[in-house]
Every structure is written in C-alpha cells, then in structure tokens.
C-alpha cells in the first residue's frame, strides 16, 4: 500500500564534488513537511534499488548530514547501470512493495530517462507515485539547464589545472597538452580558456567535440602556435571525432574498452594525450612535448568547490521536494539563469530531458574551432565562485650585455 509520507532518494552516474548538497536538500527540505515519515536512500542507485539495498537517512543527524554536505562524490554510491523497460519495471516493482510514495533520482541523462520509465509504469499500474528527477552531471549537458550542478567545481579544477600548466610551460617552454572529459559536449574543455589572464597565456589551442578533428589541421595550428609563442598549450576533449563521427581515440588507440552503455571508453586512460603527443614529435620534430589526462580527477577534488555550485546543488534537492509536495506533476528541475547572474528553478516534463543531449550553443565557440568567445566568458565566469587564485608576473629591467654575447 502506497504510503504519501515514505520518501527514496538515489544517486546514479559519475559523481560530483557537490551531489551530496543535493541529498542533503532532499533530506532536510522532506523533514520540513508534516507529511513527510521516513526517507530512505538506496545505495549504489538503481542497483540498490533493484537490490532492496536501502538506508533510512531519517535517523541520520542534521550535523552529519552537513558535514556530508561538503564532501565531494556520492554518499549512497552510485551506478553505471542503464536501466531499459524491464529492468525499470522491477523498480517500480520494488518501490510498490516498500509503499514509497515520492521517488527522487539526482543524475544525469540517463538517470532522467530511468525516472521518465518508473513513473510511466506507476502511471501505467495505477499506483500514485510522484517521480522528480534532481540534475547532476559535470558535463553540463542536460537540455533544458542554463548549466548543471557539478559542472561549475569541475569547471573551477579545469580552469585552475590550465593555469599552473600554463605557467609550468612559460617557465620550461615546449607543447603541453591535456585531454579533458566531455564525450559530447565540449563545456567542460572549454573552462580551460577561464585560467587565462595575460593575452599570450595557455591554452593557445581549445579542441571540442562540437568541432570535426582533422589531424593535419591539428599539427599546422600547434606548429603555428609554438611558432609565434614559443610554446603551446592544448586543452583536448576526450570526444574529438572525425567528419563520420568517430572518436579520434578510438582510431588511434589498439585496444578498445566500452562501458556500460556500449560506448568506447575514453576516460581512464592515458590512449589520446599519449598519441596526439607522439604525433607532434613525430611530425614537427618538437623535443619537449608532455601531455596528461585529468581523468576521474576532475569530478570530485577535494578544495577546489564553486561556492556557487555548492549552494545551487543544495537549492535543486529542495526544490525537488517542493515540487513533489505542492505540485501535481513529475518532473525534472532545471535551472534558469535570470539578470546577469541569478539562479531560478522549473519543474520541466521529463520527456524533454531524458535521452537528450545538450551541445556547446556556436555563439561560445570561436570562429577559428580552437578557442572559445567572450559570451562563453560571461556565461561561465559566476558559476566558478569567488576566491580563484591569481598569477602575475616579473616586470624585469634587462640589463645591458658586457660580452655581446
């Protein structure tokens, strides 16, 4: 029997360094409300569900929850699972037999498309189960958001990661290149150009997924680049592809890895700034030349947290419970972006979310392919919070040559 006042929390997809605000909110907004008994949380997402693997969060303390709160990944654990019918019928199967009356999903797109299932079958069975789904995601893709919650505090790492690179560079000059996560959308890549103060400071080259990857080009603008400065640094997106689609790591890597989801594994290793490396060695005969992959580090660093995220996270799990509370509708909460920097919340339907994805718009992407705009400056620079670290420089007097040397 349906109980209104049981709630079931769950985490799914990569985390982040601020998707624990997001189960706090939850948390706390549902102890609010009178109606509200008991909110469970299911560890490892869908998986727990399926699993019966629950949590009563009801009996954890507000401190502790604070204080879990401002950790960085998922609290329950979460899940690469990508639930199809089937399997979302045995969710719904699970949340029928326990009485949970809201069901509240904090991920990404596939996590929305899972939310959009279960609540279809509740629909389907008669069973008055209310559905929201809460965004999280680093990539930034999910239609519908100005941006999502994660993103900002890897965008922060990413920014603050190509500025220590950049000055690295400018002290040992060489070619310095960094592959970034994005598969699809390029945003995250793109914060790299946020480190930027001087005009000749890295990255000089910017190369994202909404752009076709030619190598030849590729070689002519780092040769052209280290030519001018003396030095070049190049932000990468993991999904760089081809004018047929296909990820250029995975046409020079020998040994493909796919995930979950049947996609090629681009994260995780080294394959991409290894082999864009040695192709600059190899072909313009460049000595210093050293790349790196942020990997699964970008996600969730400890000290280097958007202020900004950190309080909009929170702000989308109690929004959720609102929604859930007052309205009559599943949903996905968005965030849209009001005056030059505000954030306002909607409970938009889940079937303009779910298995969609949202690309770089072409008015935050340079006409050259390789850099990015200042309306993309503009869009991102409040997200990343206050309190980004500044670099300066010498402004030595050169002293005269003795031995003309």
Known sequence: MVNPGKILVAQGGGPTAVINQSLVGVVLEARRHKSIDLVYGARHGVRGIVNEDFVDLTQETSHNLEMVAGTPASALGSTRDKPDLAYCHEIFTVLKAHGIGHFFYIGGNDSSDTVRIVSEEAQKAGYPLRCIHIPKTIDNDLVGNDHTPGYPSAARFVAQAFAGANLDNAALPGVYLAVVMGRHAGFLTAASALGKKFPDDGPHLIYLPERTFELPRFLADVKAMHERHGRCVIAVSEGIHDASGRPIAAQL???????????????????????????VKAKLGIKRVRGDTFGYVQR???????????????????KAVQFAMWGDRNGSVAIKRTGYYSADYELIPLESVAGKTRVMEDAFIADSGTDVTDAFRMYLRPLLGSGLPDAYRLRPAPVAKVLNK
């Open 253 to 279: 890597a020998k040994d493909l890895e796919r995930d979950a989801h049947g996609n090629v594994q681009l994260s995780g290793n080294g394959a991409l700034a290894d082999l864009l490396c040695e192709e």
């Open 300 to 318: 969730s660093f400890v000290g280097c947290v958007s202020d900004v995220d950190q309080r909009e996270a929170r702000e989308v799990g109690e």
